[in-house]
């Protein structure tokens, strides 16, 4: 399983644009990158999916350079309501059956 | 569509009871997922199911916790006897086929162990 790290907590204000970045150095070639959102007292919800370049969807941006050993989670303009914890996670796609990791994830702060 | 149900939301139980979560998956997912989540540990999988069947239970802590999934509707996770280092919330989760489709989580269930 590809081990990914990214940082503990990140603080912003309301308006700015946020990036949470992600190492995952040991990822393979079949593997996609995972983004979920987790909200107090909620499970985790999918965010958005990527395997290289750039995915954008409603919510947010995923940024994956060349080498793919990292992924940057772009949030435009974020209100307070973006606080929550942010995983990220690798995985093959086309096996189906490896488990993904979720660890301790991203804590995004957003204030007034 | 209702989403993944859990039940109950809250449980308070004494040291040695017998605990059983239950899960009712999203209608035609057919992979469902048991995960615990704690301040010290964050988000950690105990065990999967795919069409009924048992992937991958690694993550199941001792053989104090069991899983079964005797359709495709229901699945319970049970815990016996419980201790205080089982408090924790616990969270289900449905899928499409496997691990890396979306996963639909529910809204867990807070267990509390006197």
């Known amino acids: 399983l590809a081990k990914t790290t990214q940082p503990i907590s990140m603080d912003s204000y309301e308006g700015q644009e946020v990036n949470i970045t992600c190492s995952h150095n040991?990822?393979?070639?079949?593997?996609?990158i995972t983004w979920y959102q987790q909200f107090p007292s909620q499970g985790p919800r999918f965010i958005i999916q990527?395997?290289?370049t750039k995915v954008t969807n409603e919510v947010a941006s995923l940024f994956i350079p060349a080498d793919r050993k990292s992924s940057t989670l772009s949030l435009p303009r974020v209100s307070l309501s973006d606080t929550a914890v942010y995983y990220c996670?690798?995985?093959?796609?086309?096996?189906?059956?490896?488990?993904?990791?979720f660890g301790t994830g991203t804590r995004l702060l957003v204030s007034p | 569509d209702a989403g993944v149900i859990q039940s109950p939301r809250h449980e308070v139980t004494e040291m040695g009871q017998e605990v059983t979560l239950r899960c009712k998956p999203i209608?035609?997912?057919?992979?469902l997922f048991w995960y615990r989540q704690t301040m010290m540990r964050g988000l950690e999988l105990l065990i999967y199911?795919?069409?009924?069947?048992?992937?991958?239970d690694s993550g199941m802590p001792e053989d104090r916790f069991s899983a079964k999934m005797p359709n495709a509707s229901f699945s319970t996770l049970k815990i016996q006897p419980s201790e205080p280092r089982d408090s924790a919330v616990y969270f289900c989760?449905?899928?499409?086929?496997?691990?890396?489709?979306?996963?639909?989580f529910g809204p867990g269930t807070r267990l509390l162990v006197l």
């Open positions: 209608s035609g997912h057919n992979s």
């Open positions: 990527g395997y290289k």
């Open positions: 199911f795919n069409n009924n069947v048992p992937i991958d």
């Open positions: 040991n990822i393979a070639t079949n593997d996609y």
């Open positions: 989760a449905s899928s499409l086929a496997g691990p890396q489709e979306t996963q639909y």
């Open positions: 996670l690798v995985g093959d796609m086309n096996t189906g059956f490896q488990k993904l990791v």
